[in-house]
């Protein structure tokens, strides 16, 4: 059975403190792997794809990596605008199979 | 480029009742996703269409069901409400890949009273 595992469930960061989010996920037929960011009571924002182990995607305080298993979201010098939940959704055979999501939490 | 639109953007109904709700993609896009979220179970996938066609679907009743028209507009419809049923509903449009990054809309919140 497909299944996918975020960790931790809550972050609490100071300003500038650089951290990671997990995302563990066992998906037959994997066609990709996708990061969304969600702010409360909004849909999620698109923010990386990564379609095959050892592929790195980066945009601004953000990076994204791809392992055979495990997928991370690193967070550098994070700002309270940085604040959200973020979602990782393996692509299966048919559908994207969300995680509970890793709720963010930056103070200044 | 406008976003995904999805009306109404807020919704009561009661038990029993039956609501149908609108989708928007981006142009250019022709597959729709649907998607249930709520604190206890996260985001589930409904079902998807591709050319007016359903083309993969989750585990949900048979009461919750959709369309696509020509233009690519999607449309839901859950018959019989429950409370269970509450929930904010996504739309996300894609260009035609099944593995095509999805872009959701804002949602629509549902509540059954």
């Known amino acids: 059975e497909d299944q996918v595992t975020q960790s931790p469930e809550a972050l609490r960061l100071q300003e500038g403190e650089s951290s990671s989010l997990n995302c563990s996920y066992t998906v037959s037929g994997l066609r990709g792997l996708f990061w969304y960011r969600q702010d409360p009571g909004k849909g999620p924002e698109f923010l990386f794809t990564?379609?095959?182990a050892g592929e790195e995607k980066e945009k601004e305080r953000l990076k994204a990596t791809l392992t055979k298993k495990e997928s991370f979201l690193h967070i550098t010098a994070p700002k309270p605008e940085d604040s959200a939940t973020y979602l990782c959704?393996?692509?299966?055979?048919?559908?994207?199979?969300f995680g509970a999501g890793t709720r963010l939490a930056v103070h200044p | 480029k406008a976003g995904v639109t999805q009306t109404p953007r807020y919704l009561i109904k009661t038990r029993g009742q039956q609501v149908t709700l609108s989708c928007s993609p981006i142009?250019?896009?022709?597959?729709v996703s649907w998607y249930q979220q709520t604190p206890g179970q996260g985001l589930q996938f409904l079902f998807e269409y591709f050319s007016e066609t359903q083309r993969n679907k989750g585990n949900f009743p048979g009461r919750f069901s959709g369309r696509q028209f020509s233009n690519s507009r999607s449309e839901m419809n859950v018959s019989t409400l429950e409370l269970g049923d509450s929930a904010l509903y996504l739309c996300?449009?894609?260009?035609?890949?099944?593995?095509?990054?999805?872009?959701f809309g804002p949602g629509t919140r549902l509540t059954v009273l």
């Open positions: 959704a393996p692509r299966g055979y048919n559908k994207l199979i």
């Open positions: 996300a449009s894609s260009l035609e890949q099944s593995t095509d990054t999805q872009y």
């Open positions: 142009s250019g896009h022709r597959s």
């Open positions: 990564l379609y095959s």
